[in-house]
């Protein structure tokens, strides 16, 4: 039998932060102490695993408790679990996990996050992206346990123990994750090639994790093993798991992360469009975030994240029905004049369609947001400029992201940015002088023109050419083609329909109907 070096070791300071950390957590180390000696009662051995380890040796605090015990089975860790006491340490509900892991779940009082206790396990994925797996706990040790995670600064383990009335431990590390935590390296364990083909959603941690951490590298070989991986192995990871590695990692550090994303080869296959050679459209990306990030701070809003990764793929769609250079276009052939489009131009089915596949948290505001940024830079070509300023503005409850959007994304492009805030005052500063009754009182039916009439009366008003409510009813008569506003008290008539008095019409109005 193989013997299998002992554990790395590591400095009693370093164990004694991370017992001090859990012990001013009161609420948790209560509870830490009640599992610990019921799991040494029975004959097992307590761990503190996974991402808090790192965190709490960093000096983070650490949210996701995770817990793990050797030397006993699944029925008798369910025993102890919920044999805690619950009232007294706060425990509201325990519950099994999962259909292939030994897990339980223990939700508190205290924390909003829930506590998994796990045996020791080893697994093998036996299905693409990381969704069939063979596990195995019986006989595993914390060793094997740890063989089995993705990097190094995360194979590190607590180890708990009594000592009388007191508890104690160690940080116990297998794989030099200390070594590798000091230097802010991240490094797979063992064979980082095998690591990703087991779970390759591990690429995207990757470069999550060295995000959040400012001077953090990806080792040689780690990173090898992600750019020769990414090709074959990106689509198969599910949209949901994918999407929420994305957010935290563009949350910590956008330009790092679009640029870690275009080096590995994994942005072009996210969003098409984006060559894999070439840096022009990625410089544009990484220079509107830096330009969002001066003017609305960090992190940024998850809108403001993800509408920004589509900017390009949106200003393409969008030369299709408006080219720049003035160009022939289907949109431009039905109305070729400037200022011709409504408020409904511009929307974006492709662009949808990608944020949509990629499963973009507030989806439709996300478009919405690259929409709006759409009709902003080609405002020239929209009716009622003015108003649709105001009204493109008014549907956001912070209008100063979109703003910002608009700003970056034209500075960006080496183009001149208009400033919308004077439009803006203006409008804040002069009241809607008809409403939609108002229209209707006129003699105007319902219908859609209700609304481009209302428009065009609030285009005039902004811009100064009307100013009281008799010039404004003149106005909406004017556009709705009825005519002259009726007098004070007259009551408006239906519109009849002009006849035409020319022999071939007079012909077609006397044929008579045909027979069947």
């Known amino acids: 039998m193989r013997t299998l070096p002992p554990p790395i070791p590591v400095p009693e300071a370093v164990s004694l932060g991370v017992l001090h950390s859990l012990q001013r957590r009161k609420k948790l180390w209560r509870f830490l102490r009640e599992f610990c000696r019921a799991v040494e009662r029975a004959g097992g051995h307590p761990y503190l695993v996974g991402g808090i380890v790192r965190d709490l040796i960093e000096g983070r605090p650490g949210n996701d408790v995770d817990l ?10 369910g025993g102890i679990v919920r044999g805690l006491p619950r009232k007294e340490l706060g425990i509201r509900r325990v519950f099994g996990a999962g259909k292939q892991f030994a897990v339980y779940k223990i939700s508190t009082t205290w924390s909003g996050e829930e506590i998994d206790v796990a045996l020791a396990r080893s697994e093998h994925s036996t299905g693409p992206g990381h969704r069939q797996f063979e596990v195995r706990t ?10 089995r995670r993705d990097f190094t600064i995360n194979s590190l383990m607590f180890s708990f123990r009594s000592e009388g009335k007191r508890l104690a431990g160690e940080v116990i590390d297998f794989f030099g994750g200390m070594e590798d935590l000091t230097h802010k390296r991240i490094r797979g364990v063992g064979n980082p090639q095998a690591r990703i083909r087991e779970d390759p959603l591990r690429m ?11 001077g953090t590298i990806i080792e040689r070989r780690t990173w090898q093993a992600i750019r020769g991986e990414a090709k074959g192995l990106i689509g198969t990871i599910s949209e949901e798991r994918l999407i929420g590695e994305l957010t935290k990692s563009l949350a910590a550090n956008p330009s790092a992360t679009v640029s870690d994303l275009h080096r590995a080869g994994i942005l072009p296959m996210l969003i098409p469009g984006i060559p894999d050679r070439g840096t022009g459209v990625l410089s544009r990306m990484k220079k509107r975030y830096a330009l ?13 994240l993800f509408a920004n990764l589509l900017v390009d793929v949106a200003r393409d769609e969008s030369l299709l029905l408006a080219p720049e250079d003035g160009g022939d276009s289907p949109r431009r052939r039905r109305d070729p004049s400037p200022g011709g489009l409504g408020k409904n131009a511009f929307r974006l089915p492709r662009t949808e369609a990608l944020a949509r596949r990629l499963h973009f948290p507030r989806v439709r505001k996300v478009v919405q947001m690259v929409e709006d ?42 183009k001149r940015a208009v400033d919308f805030r004077p439009v803006l005052e203006t409008a804040g500063k002069r009241p809607h002088l008809l409403s939609g009754d108002d229209i209707l009182a006129l003699g105007i039916p319902a219908g859609p023109q209700v609304e ?18 008799e010039e404004a009813k003149r106005l909406a008569v004017s556009l709705s083609g009825r005519g002259r506003l ?18 071939a019409r007079a012909r077609q109005r006397t044929k008579a109907p045909s027979r069947r």
């Open 292 to 304: 969002l990030e001066r003017s609305i701070g960090r992190p940024l809003p998850e809108t403001v």
């Open 68 to 77: 793990m015990v050797t030397g006993i089975g699944f029925a008798a860790l």
């Open 373 to 414: 940024l759409t009709r902003l830079s080609h405002l020239r070509m929209l009716r009622n400029p003015h108003a649709r300023i105001e009204a493109i503005f008014g549907r956001w409850e912070n209008p100063d992201h979109l703003h910002a959007l608009y700003t970056a994304s034209r500075r960006a492009a080496s």
């Open 486 to 503: 009726p007098a004070r008290g007259q009551r408006a008539r239906k519109s009849r329909r002009k006849v035409s008095n020319s022999p």
């Open 452 to 469: 481009s009439i209302l428009e065009g009366v609030r285009e005039a008003t902004l811009t100064g050419r009307i100013s009281g409510r």
């Open 204 to 214: 995207l941690r990757a470069i999550r994790q060295k995000n959040e951490r400012p």
């Open 138 to 147: 019986h006989g595993v040790d914390a060793r094997e346990d740890a063989s």
